[in-house]
């Protein structure tokens, strides 16, 4: 017996997907759900401390993070959805351009972090409010588990998917690529709630959007996502 072609096929992602109401409303829920899980920690602990604050906020990252992935993965696993963001796969282009790309895209972040950090804001950490969070924790092995899912785990697979495979893809149906690419990591800056960083922030989502934009692989853009918040959580570590 013969199958058909449709048969086989996976099932197509609906043309108006992904959405600018969904995109905006599950960025809305992951920090409202960071806040949450924060408050309702410190509260099943009894402790209130200002030691206890820093890892209630690693714990809380933690556990939104999961909460957010377990619903995003109802919303997304039918029609096609995932593949459509390009989970599935390492985007369009040849491994070598891809690897090419990527190099350039990261180092061009980097060195105006280096321009931007050392020049024009002296003295002033780009991640100096994460950077106190962590200090201030103690080197248990369960802490140390924490943060390295919140930070090199949990938080580039979430906010690769709300920013990039969302709201980069949403906003290019209203706007050119370009417009849709600044937009997205302005509001990716933005969210980070460190005024002075917004710059070397957008730089890397710059890096990351253009990025997502030649090779179509969301896939590929999490591994270097991961692998950026793992240099910066172990330069951190070795800074402090």
Same mark, same amino acid.
């Given at each position: 017996m013969q199958h058909s072609e449709s048969a086989t096929a996976p099932p197509l992602a609906p043309k108006n997907y992904?959405?600018?109401?969904?995109?905006?409303?599950?960025?809305?829920l992951y920090f409202a759900l960071q806040i949450l899980c924060t408050i309702l920690i410190m509260a099943a602990t009894y402790d209130w401390t200002r030691t206890a604050t820093p890892i209630a906020i690693i714990m809380g990252l933690v556990v939104s993070a999961v909460v957010q992935l377990f619903l995003m993965w109802l919303y997304?696993?039918?029609d096609g959805r995932m593949e459509a963001l390009g989970l599935y796969d390492f985007g369009k282009l040849p491994l070598l351009k891809t690897v090419r790309i990527a190099? %350039?895209?990261?180092? $061009?972040a980097m060195a105006f972090n280096?321009?931007?950090a050392t020049y024009l804001i002296p003295g002033i950490s780009m991640q100096d409010e994460m950077a106190k969070i962590l200090a201030a924790i103690a080197r248990s092995p369960l802490n140390i588990a924490a943060m390295f899912f919140a930070i090199?785990?949990?938080?580039?697979?979430?906010?690769?998917?709300?920013f990039r495979g969302m709201l980069q893809n949403a906003l290019a149906k209203y706007l050119p690529i370009w417009g849709a690419i600044l937009l997205s990591s302005f509001l990716f800056a933005l969210v980070h709630g460190q005024p002075y960083a917004?710059?070397?922030l957008m730089s890397l989502s710059l890096?990351?959007?253009? %990025?997502?934009?030649? $090779?179509?692989s969301l896939r590929t853009n999490i591994i270097l996502h991961m692998a950026n918040n793992a240099f910066a959580l172990l330069a951190l570590q070795i800074l402090n």
């Open positions: 992904p959405g600018l109401l969904p995109a905006i409303g599950f960025i809305a997304l696993r039918k190099v %350039l895209c990261i180092l $061009t280096y321009v931007y090199v785990v949990a938080a580039p697979v979430v906010e690769e998917l709300l917004i710059p070397g890096a990351f959007g253009y %990025l997502y934009h030649r $090779t179509g």
